[in-house]
């Protein structure tokens, strides 16, 4: 018996199969396009699906077993909002754009704008968000898509996030995720569900005048068995056996975090998980609400059942990282010798800077440069989407050995952004003892070093290669009753391999830098005032 993890990035479709103690036994891949311009960002689902499809048939064949030994299925995706209308018909999310780009990216920020006047009414939900929505949230994206192109609007059959129009593509079933519609949609499970006064006041009182039709009007855990599995066209499409059972959705972070934080039996509350891609996300769970100023939640259930999430990170990090080192004359040079090695420009410079001194001594080489890696805004603590990138420091070199000290003063930024997420929440009363990392940037075991020692705080390594498929696979086993619960899953199937204490010899330091880096943010965010 095993069980499929699947998981959709802002890049590509992945597949995992695994069996019951979290062993990985194939994987297969398929690349899906972003259609992007300027802080606008768009998918197509028809393409999403095949991706999937595609890549779930090179994971089987890859772990060599039988369809029939799939029990269970899991997904998981970006918080990206699909429009579709009647029967899933793609509408176009752009007014004169394809029908066929019906997905708004996550990292999306058309919605500026309506984000804001929604923020100037201080409503009662925002309370959920740190106190400021996202104009990565899905209700500012409705509004703009009301106010911007009401034909696609009207025509609307569903709106999804994009995890639930996979299980919904996959059953049949309308039901959504807890997790999506809690972080993402306002959703509030233990004060009434969907705030109808909202929406009026936003401007969206047609969706509480039709009950939430269209957004969702079952909400169920994530893991819970959906209709009765896979249809016979979607398991046609997936190369699987119809009824095999699945399990409703996360976001990708959130399995990524399902899939790390119960690693050996540890209490979920002691660790934050911490993705570190594209972009970064940070999740820490507690028994009771608590209340993180610029940090999104508290949010019930969204990961772990039974308890409360806070949720943060950065809209680019990983993604930061590489349009920072692409502002540099080195980076031609540098792009070549990393391909040359059949590396990322990013991991090629790891290696370089590990060449030079103990991991942690590497971070010396920042010496007087910062970085404040916002190209795409402050997620939290801020929460201030306007924020952009400040690079201070920079003197004449242009060889490789300066973009090296970029890069570190980079990570070390990613680090320095996660260290205030601690703190405010550690302020707050959510404190963690460890952080267990996960995502392709983190790879490196200089990365980790670095953001132990930046942040203060041990990083903790899963076990697996791949968190985010193994939380999306802890979901089929649950919706196929393999286990009884994520708690009993969670330490069966996942364990961390390594950990990475911050050097004590660093510790002031860093602490100095950090309240530099301070000082910096603050003139950012007055920067970004005008």
């Given at each position: 018996?095993?069980?499929?993890?699947?998981?959709?990035?802002?890049?590509?479709?992945?597949?995992?199969?695994?069996?019951?103690?979290?062993?990985?036994?194939?994987?297969?891949?398929?690349?899906?396009?972003?259609?992007?311009?300027?802080?606008?960002?768009?998918?197509?689902?028809?393409?999403?699906?095949?991706?999937?499809?595609?890549?779930?048939?090179?994971?089987?064949?890859?772990?060599g077993?039988?369809?029939?030994?799939?029990?269970?299925?899991?997904?998981?995706?970006?918080?990206?909002?699909?429009?579709?209308?009647?029967?899933?018909?793609?509408?176009?999310v752009?007014?004169?754009?394809?029908?066929?780009?019906d997905?708004?990216?996550?990292m999306?920020?058309?919605?500026?704008?309506?984000?804001?006047?929604?923020?100037?009414?201080?409503?009662?939900?925002?309370?959920?968000?740190?106190?400021?929505?996202?104009?990565?949230?899905?209700?500012?994206?409705l509004?703009?898509?009301?106010?911007?192109?009401?034909?696609?609007?009207?025509?609307?059959?569903?709106?999804?996030?994009?995890?639930?129009?996979?299980?919904?593509?996959?059953?049949?079933?309308?039901?959504?995720?807890?997790?999506?519609?809690?972080?993402?949609?306002?959703?509030?499970?233990?004060?009434g569900?969907?705030?109808?006064?909202?929406?009026?006041?936003?401007?969206?009182?047609?969706?509480?005048?039709?009950?939430?039709?269209?957004?969702?009007?079952?909400?169920?855990?994530?893991?819970?068995?959906?209709?009765?599995?896979?249809?016979?066209?979607?398991?046609?499409?997936?190369?699987?056996r119809?009824?095999?059972?699945?399990?409703?959705?996360?976001?990708?972070?959130?399995?990524?975090?399902?899939?790390?934080?119960?690693?050996?039996?540890?209490?979920?509350?002691?660790?934050?998980?911490?993705?570190?891609?594209?972009?970064?996300?940070?999740?820490?769970?507690?028994?009771?609400?608590?209340?993180?100023?610029?940090?999104?939640?508290?949010?019930?259930?969204?990961?772990?059942?039974?308890?409360?999430?806070?949720?943060?990170?950065?809209?680019?990090?990983?993604?930061?990282?590489?349009?920072?080192?692409?502002?540099?004359?080195?980076?031609?040079?540098?792009?070549?010798?990393?391909?040359?090695?059949?590396?990322?420009?990013?991991?090629?410079?790891?290696?370089?800077?590990?060449?030079?001194?103990?991991?942690?001594?590497?971070?010396?080489?920042?010496?007087?440069?910062?970085?404040?890696?916002?190209?795409?805004?402050?997620?939290?603590?801020?929460?201030?989407?306007?924020?952009?990138?400040?690079?201070?420091?920079?003197?004449?070199?242009?060889?490789?050995?300066?973009?090296?000290?970029?890069?570190?003063?980079?990570?070390?930024?990613?680090?320095?952004?996660?260290?205030?997420?601690?703190?405010?929440?550690d302020?707050?009363?959510?404190?963690?003892?460890?952080?267990?990392?996960?995502?392709?940037?983190?790879?490196?075991?200089?990365?980790?070093?670095?953001?132990?020692?930046?942040?203060?705080?041990?990083?903790?390594?899963?076990?697996?290669?791949?968190?985010?498929?193994?939380?999306?696979?802890?979901?089929?086993?649950?919706?196929?009753?393999?286990?009884s619960?994520?708690?009993?899953?969670?330490?069966?199937?996942?364990?961390?391999?390594?950990?990475?204490?911050?050097a004590?010899?660093?510790?002031?330091?860093?602490?100095?830098?950090?309240?530099?880096?301070?000082k910096?943010?603050?003139?950012?965010?007055?920067?970004?005032?005008?």
């Amino acid at each position: 018996m095993v069980f499929i993890g699947i998981d959709v990035g802002t890049g590509s479709a992945r597949a995992g199969v695994f069996d019951a103690t979290g062993t990985l036994l194939g994987t297969g891949k398929r690349d899906i396009t972003v259609f992007q311009d300027g802080d606008w960002a768009e998918h197509s689902s028809a393409e999403i699906w095949q991706s999937v499809c595609a890549a779930t048939k090179d994971a089987v064949a890859a772990a060599g077993i039988d369809p029939g030994d799939v029990a269970g299925i899991g997904f998981d995706a970006t918080c990206s909002l699909v429009v579709v209308g009647e029967g899933g018909a793609p509408l176009p999310v752009t007014p004169g754009g394809p029908a066929e780009r019906d997905v708004i990216v996550w990292m999306d920020h058309r919605a500026l704008d309506q984000a804001a006047r929604i923020n100037a009414g201080e409503h009662e939900v925002l309370k959920y968000v740190g106190g400021i929505i996202s104009p990565e949230m899905q209700t500012p994206k409705l509004l703009w898509l009301k106010e911007t192109h009401p034909e696609t609007y009207g025509a609307a059959w569903q709106f999804f996030d994009l995890s639930d129009y996979l299980t919904w593509r996959a059953t049949g079933s309308l039901s959504r995720s807890i997790c999506t519609v809690t972080c993402k949609w306002t959703y509030a499970q233990g004060n009434g569900g969907w705030d109808a006064g909202y929406f009026r006041a936003i401007g969206l009182g047609d969706m509480a005048e039709d009950g939430f039709r269209r957004i969702g009007t079952e909400v169920v855990e994530a893991g819970a068995p959906l209709g009765s599995g896979l249809t016979d066209e979607a398991a046609k499409d997936l190369g699987l056996r119809p009824g095999t059972s699945v399990g409703a959705g996360l976001i990708d972070a959130h399995a990524g975090g399902l899939g790390t934080v119960g690693a050996a039996g540890a209490r979920p509350t002691d660790r934050m998980a911490y993705v570190f891609g594209t972009s970064s996300c940070t999740m820490t769970s507690t028994q009771a609400p608590v209340y993180v100023p610029g940090v999104w939640g508290p949010y019930h259930a969204a990961m772990v059942p039974g308890l409360w999430l806070n949720e943060g990170g950065q809209s680019t990090a990983g993604a930061g990282i590489a349009q920072l080192l692409r502002h540099h004359p080195a980076y031609p040079a540098a792009a070549e010798a990393a391909n040359a090695r059949g590396q990322s420009v990013p991991d090629y410079l790891a290696d370089a800077a590990a060449a030079t001194a103990d991991a942690s001594e590497v971070a010396r080489r920042a010496k007087g440069m910062f970085v404040i890696p916002e190209f795409l805004g402050n997620r939290a603590p801020y929460a201030n989407p306007h924020t952009r990138a400040v690079i201070a420091g920079l003197g004449m070199d242009n060889g490789e050995a300066a973009l090296i000290d970029l890069y570190i003063a980079g990570i070390l930024g990613i680090g320095y952004g996660l260290r205030e997420i601690l703190t405010a929440q550690d302020t707050a009363g959510a404190p963690v003892r460890s952080i267990v990392l996960s995502g392709g940037a983190g790879r490196q075991d200089l990365v980790r070093q670095l953001l132990a020692d930046a942040s203060g705080v041990t990083v903790e390594i899963p076990k697996t290669d791949e968190p985010v498929l193994l939380g999306s696979a802890i979901l089929g086993a649950l919706a196929a009753g393999y286990f009884s619960s994520a708690i009993v899953a969670m330490p069966a199937m996942s364990a961390v391999s390594a950990a990475y204490p911050p050097a004590e010899h660093m510790r002031d330091w860093h602490a100095r830098r950090f309240a530099r880096f301070g000082k910096l943010h603050d003139l950012a965010m007055e920067l970004a005032a005008g």
